[in-house]
């Protein structure tokens, strides 16, 4: 039962638009959800979290949304740019007394020039 | 620098030849965990441990086992691989405190068992 799901396994946007990646979660018991980058051959990136108890946060160009009541969250960058280009991991921590991190399958973004 | 240093980054062996994948962290973080990554599967928690002493299994801990006897490393251990285990595994740290929840990964080790 994967409690977070990324349903896009891919996404191509233009140079300088909106990148909006999605993910949907199943369990309300998370305290933290969080942005992951991996580019080949690297470790995942941190990119931004957000609290469970905010709605919105906010990193130079990228935001993330949080709707608790969709159980849903969303990244987006804009612009976008060549650089981005790489695969997006959501992942949510549980706040059962022991740190459990569940990560989506991701969502390759290709940033096109 | 504040790194996660896995070893080794690659490896191939055969089916049943023990092996230890270890994972070291520089920035005295209580919170470490293993995480294999699978094609159409993402990341998928294997073990984690809350500091020394204590590790619990996240959701694929069957063929590893996990050890924390030092706060800073976290060695992974497969007693008897099979080639189901072939999978990039990725080792990560966190501060219990942490204001974000961010987990820091190491680079990753690659594991085929023929």
């Known amino acids: 039962d994967q409690q977070v799901k990324q349903n896009s396994p891919s996404l191509s946007v233009q140079e300088g638009r909106i990148s909006i990646l999605n993910c949907d979660y199943t369990?309300?018991?998370?305290?933290?959800f969080l942005w992951y980058k991996k580019y080949p051959a690297e470790g995942p990136t941190f990119l931004i979290s957000?609290?469970?108890?905010?709605d919105k946060n906010e990193d130079g160009r990228f935001t993330v949304f949080l709707n608790k009541s969709a159980k849903h969250l969303s990244l987006h960058i804009v612009p976008s740019q060549p650089g981005d280009s790489a695969v997006y991991f959501c992942?949510?921590?549980?706040?059962?007394?022991?740190?459990?991190?569940?990560f989506g399958t991701g969502t390759r973004l290709k940033v096109l020039a | 620098e504040a790194q996660v240093t896995q070893n080794p980054r690659y490896l191939i062996t055969v089916t049943g030849k023990k092996l230890t994948v270890t994972c070291s962290q520089n920035?005295?973080?209580?919170?470490m965990s293993w995480y294999r990554q699978d094609p159409g599967l993402g990341l998928r928690q294997i073990y984690y441990?809350?500091?020394?002493?204590?590790?619990d299994k996240g959701d694929v801990p069957e063929g590893y086992k996990v050890s924390r006897k030092e706060k800073r490393n976290f060695p992974l251990i497969l007693e008897s691989p099979s080639p189901n285990q072939t999978s990039l595994y990725f080792c990560?740290?966190?501060?219990?405190?942490?204001?974000?929840?961010?987990?820091?990964f190491g680079e990753g080790s690659r594991l085929t068992v023929l």
């Open positions: 990560a740290s966190s501060p219990g405190d942490s204001p974000t929840g961010e987990l820091f």
């Open positions: 957000i609290s469970s108890i905010k």
């Open positions: 992942a949510a921590r549980t706040t059962s007394g022991t740190y459990k991190y569940i």
């Open positions: 441990s809350m500091n020394v002493e204590v590790t």
């Open positions: 369990n309300s018991m998370f305290d933290y």
């Open positions: 920035m005295n973080h209580e919170y």
